[in-house]
């Protein structure tokens, strides 16, 4: 069910990860806004999966994602995005964070691999030192070319 994916205290979805890393299963992190989520992001995140056994997308907030992309997003807010993230098959559980980056719940979670998108090279990925010093991998994922939730957010805004 959606509802058992969605985490908003930091401390409880630490101690599922403790009991995910106890039964032997590798743990996947990635982060960002996903507004307007769209087919890029689907494939990211089912490739995502297979990194490991349970995947968690922390979401940037409101708040986080406005002072990133400016006074006009995000287009959905953080309820409407955690749970359409929540409702997707690859996800294992999805959190918000207030913070400009996912560095404090990086740190808190030490996930086994710390995955980002194309656009980014491993050692710019905000965490990607606490996750290598801790024994895990970075990745950069190929990036789905033709979607984008800017050019998505433009062809609204000019009316096609």
């Not at 002072?67 to 997707?88: F, M, Q, S, V, W």
């Amino acid at each position: 069910m959606i509802k058992d994916k969605l985490y908003t205290d930091w401390s409880k979805a630490h101690e599922k990860v403790k009991q995910w890393r106890d039964e032997g299963n590798t743990i996947v992190f990635t982060n960002g806004c996903f507004d307007l989520l769209h087919i890029g992001h689907v494939l990211y995140l089912e490739e995502a999966k297979t990194l490991g056994n349970r995947l968690i997308i922390a979401v940037n907030s409101d708040e986080s994602t406005r002072r990133l992309k400016g006074p006009n997003r995000p287009i959905k807010d953080e309820y409407n995005r955690t749970h359409i993230l929540a409702a997707l098959e690859s996800t294992d559980m999805v959190l918000t964070f207030d913070q400009d980056t996912p560095f404090e719940i990086i740190q808190l979670l030490l996930p086994d691999v710390l995955v980002k998108g194309g656009d980014w090279k491993s050692d710019q990925i905000v965490g990607s030192d606490i996750v290598i010093k801790n024994g895990g991998t970075v990745r950069s994922l190929k990036f789905v070319d033709g979607y984008s939730t800017t050019a998505l957010e433009q062809k609204i805004r000019q009316g096609r």
